[in-house]
């Protein structure tokens, strides 16, 4: 069974400051780890994946997340918030050969003037 | 323009009204999926399609049916609707059945309330 924690279901950071959004997996089998976005009244967009190859992943609109194996991690990072990027974010697991994605329950970033 | 589309955008309904909501995609794509998003909950799959004529249960199938006739469509029916079906559904597909490698795209949603 594979499942996602996502720490924190609401984080506020300033614009121009650090964002960093948290992902811990759990999974019997090596994962296949994705970060995806939802803006208001919109479906998700995938931002990220990691699927084995190198552990730090860079995704769309200045994202990255590095896979952490010792510390089953997968946190989504930005150096500088923008006010674009409120939104809810969605970690999700998978496996090769496993036919779905699990998701996390979502963080809802808010981004302070 | 590649998209996955889904009508109704929202919906108000009562308790034992069928309904059906829509989803289509033209992408081509083999594999498509339906999810209910819940607050605290995340995303839930509720059916998912590999190809034409072939469906299997997600997560939360209960009160729900679907039917994949033909590759572009993949609508969720709901025979009779109760009041904890009320959620956000999410209709998504990908070229195949790799979810693990093939990007999902998803549709805008459709927000129902039962009451």
């Known amino acids: 069974a594979q499942s996602v924690t996502q720490l924190g279901s609401h984080v506020s950071v300033s614009e121009g400051a650090l964002v960093l959004l948290r992902c811990n997996y759990s999974s019997s089998v090596p994962p296949y780890l994705f970060w995806y976005v939802q803006y208001p009244n919109q479906g998700l967009q995938l931002l990220l994946k990691y699927t084995s190859a190198a552990t730090l992943v860079k995704g769309i609109n200045g994202f990255e997340a590095e896979f952490k194996k010792s510390e089953t991690s997968f946190h989504l990072t930005k150096p500088s918030a923008h006010m674009s990027d409120a939104a809810e974010y969605f970690c999700?697991?998978?496996?090769?050969?496993?036919?779905?994605?699990?998701f996390g329950t979502g963080t809802r970033l808010t981004i302070i003037p | 323009e590649a998209q996955v589309t889904q009508n109704p955008r929202y919906l108000i309904t009562v308790t034992g009204k069928k309904l059906t909501v829509t989803c289509s995609q033209n992408?081509?794509?083999?594999?498509m999926s339906w999810y209910r998003q819940d607050p605290g909950l995340g995303l839930r799959q509720i059916y998912y399609?590999?190809?034409?004529?072939?469906?299997d249960k997600g997560d939360v199938p209960e009160g729900y049916k679907v039917s994949r006739k033909e590759k572009r469509n993949f609508p969720l029916i709901l025979e009779s609707p109760s009041p904890n079906q009320t959620s956000l559904y999410f209709c998504a597909s990908s070229l195949w059945a790799r979810v693990w490698s093939d990007t999902q795209y998803f549709g805008p949603g459709t927000r129902l309330t039962v009451l």
């Open positions: 999700a697991v998978s496996a090769f050969g496993n036919e779905k994605l699990t």
């Open positions: 992408m081509n794509h083999e594999y």
């Open positions: 399609s590999m190809n034409v004529e072939v469906t």
